[in-house]
């Protein structure tokens, strides 16, 4: 699965690189620690309300899908990874797949190894940050999702729409293999336009153009477990560890 992920370029870069106009009014901090519920930078394809004519966008959304059919949005929390092998069957992500497509910029992502006890030393977590050998940008293939909040009246607050998303994920069996049995799924530059056209509706060929970040060119380095805690951030948190 992917349950942490780092993702600290400014949003300028982040339009630039991927040719999508910056939602504005909307501003996100870089964060070394991204977790589950937080806002998230992700890049989409929708129709302008006014024009109808379709657009890259940057903007933010929260890291766990909510179905537009879900009667609270905590569901979100359990939804943070679709698996690849099933995302196309499961409700929750089968019309998304068809529909709403994303990509979540992201500097690398964290897992972690069971380290027993030993000694006098307590059984502890190990975080490893597995990123793009060449520091590049991960496109991580997500999905997104509207959910509509009964209790706000108007539909035209903004208040009154939630969007989330979620990360596809597939089994590991590179450099993050040795980590942890799975890991997000990401596109080359080349097949973004693919992925993001929403009227592109066959899922078996935007499924195919899913694959390993980086071709599995990855570097897994051990970081301090101060990233275990939600609390801490900054990149200091990237640092490898000293023991």
Sequence with gaps: MCGRYASSRAPEDLAGLFDARLDPGRELGPSWNVAPTDEVWAVLERADRDTGELGRQLRPVRWGLVPSWAKDPGVGSRMINARVETVHEKPAFRRALAKRRCLLPADG??????????????????????????????????????????????????????????????????????????????????????????????????????????????????????????????PQLLDPATS
Excluded: C
């Design 109 to 234: 992502f964290y897992e972690w190894v069971a380290v027993p006890a030993a000694g006098t030393a307590k059984a502890y977590k190990q975080p490893y940050f597995i990123r793009p050998e060449t520091g590049s940008v991960m496109a991580m293939a997500g999905l997104y999702e509207f959910w509509r909040d009964p209790a706000v009246a108007d539909r035209d607050d903004p208040d009154a729409w939630l969007t989330t998303a979620t990360i596809i994920t597939t089994e590991a069996t590179d450099a993050a293999g040795r980590i942890h049995p799975r890991m997000p799924l990401a596109l080359d530059p080349g097949d973004y336009e693919a992925w993001l056209d929403p009227s592109h509706e066959d899922t078996t060929d935007l499924r195919a153009l899913l694959h390993t970040p980086a071709g599995g060119r990855l570097a897994v380095t051990a970081v301090s477990t101060a990233v275990n805690s939600v609390r801490n951030n900054g």
